[in-house]
T-cell receptor, first 116, second 114 residues
Framework: GAVVSQHPSWVICKSGTSVKIECRSL??????MFWYRQFPKQSLMLMATSNEGSKATYEQGVEKDKFLINHASLTLSTLTVTSAHPEDSSFYIC????????????FGSGTRLTVV | AQSVSQHNHHVILSEAASLELGCNYSYGGTVNLFWYVQYPGQHLQLLLKYFSGDPLVKGIKGFEAEFIKSKFSFNLRKPSVQWSDTAEYFC????????????FGKGTTLSVSS
């Protein structure tokens, strides 16, 4: 239980284009989802917290106009990287909290974004 | 805001050696504590978690961690490591309230030689 599906697994895009990453909770309702960014051999940095039906809360230093987050339903949150640049190349991971089995956090499998 | 410190950046051990990875957090309130492992090219996997109760937590693969509230610490231990334990280890903390994010430490790379 508490499975989160993240798509795509990897994507290559040209500079200036936009890329959408989807995160779906398959067997539970995710009121809150989180988006992280992980650089090679580094830790996960929290980018934003998204709550269903409301605006996302972004961490300091994260450009909300570049990283658009939408959480329109209890099972889907999306991260759109707008006008992507090579420095946006990274590994993006979504996460959600769950309450069953004592509770915790479940993670998507991540999306490797390469901007060329 | 809470933060997490992992003191060991890179630990190198021989098989059968004992392991202890340090983790300290800064937050004055009640917290939930986690250790995750990330094998090369793979996703995060939960090793163990602490929410409340017995401060000594046992996880998968023979790992355990002890929560010492007075020291704001949650160190990870394993009595005898194996080559297959080579991976990146992350300590993470969240506030003990619904809907709060996990904050991760910078991670510790463990290399085990056979």
């Amino acid at each position: 239980g508490a499975v989160v599906s993240q798509h795509p697994s990897w994507v290559i895009c040209k500079s200036g284009t936009s890329v959408k990453i989807e995160c779906r909770s398959l067997d539970f309702q995710a009121t809150t989802m989180f988006w992280y960014r992980q650089f090679p051999k580094q830790s996960l940095m929290l980018m934003a917290t998204s709550n269903e039906g409301s605006k996302a809360t972004y961490e300091q230093g994260v450009e909300k106009d570049k990283f658009l987050i939408n959480h329109a339903s209890l099972t889907l949150s999306t991260l759109t990287v707008t006008s992507a640049h090579p420095e946006d190349s990274s590994f993006y991971i979504c996460s959600a909290t769950f309450l069953t089995g004592g509770g915790g956090y479940t993670f998507g499998s991540g999306t490797r974004l390469t901007v060329v | 805001a809470q933060s997490v410190s992992q003191h060991n950046h890179h630990v190198i051990l021989s098989e059968a050696a004992s392991l202890e990875l340090g983790c300290n957090y800064s937050y004055g309130g009640t917290v939930n504590l986690f250790w995750y492992v990330q094998y090369p090219g793979q996703h995060l996997q939960l090793l163990l978690k602490y929410f409340s109760g017995d401060p000594l937590v046992k996880g998968i693969k023979g790992f355990e961690a002890e929560f010492i509230k007075s020291k704001f610490s949650f160190n990870l231990r394993k009595p005898s490591v194996q080559w297959s334990d080579t991976a990146e280890y992350f300590c993470a903390v969240s506030k003990h309230q619904a809907g709060t994010a996990l904050i991760f430490g910078k991670g510790t790379t463990l290399s085990v030689s056979s």
